[in-house]
């Protein structure tokens, strides 16, 4: 009996510290065309779930943008080059509605529209915005962006609380178990 207290025990230990992988696999999303600026929603471009082949959307027949579990890119499909006029902001959101791990960090990992850089993207825990303002594209790949995702592994702290809480239980059993 104690023996199987005691691998009960260390299979609870085991998974508290287990980390769980990071990504947007599973996770319903939302992808919106914003214009003139950041609050304006021009098209609500479709509501989707995240899968290993990725959620993709199209905007008005000229670009596919598509979220992947871990990154999202924008395809010129339309097969000639697209401009994006001036304004305030003129460009995607993609909006995590729930699942997923939150959002971190976002790179440039592939570029190929003149003009595009870092400063062109703002993010926080569940929102990634790129503005494509005054930006032109050509057909193929346009850009692909990493995502990176905060750390679901539990604090030190929460380990030290769910240990002590863990012994405490083993000696409450073990005295019960000796009576």
């Known amino acids: 009996m104690r023996r199987n207290v005691f691998y009960a025990l260390l299979l609870l230990v085991a998974l508290a510290g287990a980390q769980a992988f990071a990504d ?15 609050n304006t929603v021009y098209q609500d471009l479709g509501t989707g779930t995240v899968t290993g082949s990725g959620f993709t959307v199209n905007s008005f027949g000229q670009h596919n943008l598509t979220t992947y579990p871990t990154d999202i890119t924008l395809t010129n499909v339309l097969g000639s080059n697209v401009d994006f006029t001036p304004a305030t902001f ?19 990992a592939f570029n190929d529209v003149v003009g595009f850089d870092a400063s062109r993207i703002s993010f926080d ?5 790129v503005n494509m303002q005054s930006l032109e594209t050509t ?25 002590t809480g863990i012994l405490g239980l083993a000696g409450t059993l073990r005295r019960r178990i000796n009576l």
Not at 24 to 38: M, R, S
Not at 125 to 129: K, N, S
């Open 24 to 38: 947007l696999n599973g996770a319903n999303v939302t992808v919106n065309y914003l214009y003139p600026d950041i």
């Open 90 to 108: 003129n460009g995607y959101q993609v909006f995590v509605n729930s699942g997923g791990s939150p959002i971190t960090g976002v790179t440039i």
């Open 125 to 129: 825990a569940t929102d990634v915005w």
């Open 139 to 163: 057909p193929g790949l346009d850009w692909q962006l990493d995502l990176q995702f905060g750390s679901t592994t539990p604090e030190p702290g929460t380990l030290i609380m769910l240990g």
